[in-house]
């Protein structure tokens, strides 16, 4: 079935389907006419199929990162919001799929500019156009976005096969979306909040998508469902964060150090 618009998980393994499970139903609570579609190597029990629109059952998954990158060309959606298992939506998104009227994909930067690493580098791109964090990406399904993909998949595959490869599929994606001719915006790290390392929130425009594991993410939901959003600095990777300081007061004392 084709829609117009939709939320597009890839997961593979037990671990990586319950947090799959737990994305989509922070989505579903708050956007329940947004429709979901998942691609996995489980089977979905029947209270969990009802998460999800679509479900496509990867028959021989190889549990890397393989995984998720081919699975981006058979969205269900014209209009497709992917993101990685380890995210909880906090806000609404559907203002993502008005800006693919304009662009034809949008990412969010990733913290680590370059996975750590000589690996991870690529000679041909300049360091002033860094990875995109790959685990939250929203695109139309073009045929200028198939043939991203197609090549994000090629050099990914070179990559792996080097002598010394990398340990991440986003340097690969760099390269990628360097040579194409796609219309792409870097989205503000509100849609993309990655919680294990320290980050800035702007003023003026609630979290929209948490992207963590473990504590980091546990605190993170903690504080943004507080009355008081506009922070800025942020480290929820420590247990700083506590009952006797406000999320703003933290900021503070981010800021000063």
């Not at 997961?11 to 737990?22: A, N």
């Not at 662009?103 to 750590?116: I, K």
């Not at 990875?131 to 399904?141: L, P």
């Amino acid at each position: 079935m084709n829609y117009e618009a939709g939320i597009l998980y890839v997961s593979t393994g037990q671990k990586y389907y319950q947090e799959t499970i737990r994305s989509a139903r922070s989505a579903k609570k708050l956007m329940p006419s947004i429709p979901t579609a998942l691609f996995t190597d489980q089977q979905p029990n029947s209270d969990n199929s009802l998460l999800f629109d679509e479900v496509n059952i990867i028959r021989e998954p190889k549990f890397s990162f393989d995984d998720k990158i081919l699975p981006l060309k058979e969205t269900p959606f014209q209009k497709t919001l992917f993101v990685d298992t380890d995210t909880v939506f906090v806000d609404s998104i559907v203002e993502l799929f008005v800006l693919l009227d304009k662009f034809d994909l949008a990412y969010c930067h990733a913290p680590c500019r370059v996975c750590p690493g000589e690996n991870n580098r690529v000679q041909e791109v300049p360091d002033c156009f860094p990875e995109a964090n790959t685990g939250v990406i929203v695109y139309n399904n073009s045929e200028i976005f198939q043939a991203l993909v197609d090549e994000w998949e090629k050099i990914y595959t070179e990559q792996r096969n080097a002598p010394f490869p990398p340990n991440h599929d986003q340097p690969a994606f760099r390269k990628a979306l360097y040579s194409s001719p796609m219309i792409s915006y870097v989205l503000p790290p509100e849609y993309n909040l990655r919680t294990p390392m320290p980050m800035y929130k702007g003023w003026g425009l609630n979290p929209k998508i948490l992207h963590g594991r473990g504590p980091s993410l546990e605190r993170a939901i903690q504080a943004t469902g507080a009355s008081g959003q506009n922070f800025g600095l942020y480290d929820f990777s420590t247990e700083k964060l506590s009952k006797k300081h406000s999320v703003l007061d933290e900021a503070r004392w981010l800021t000063r150090r």
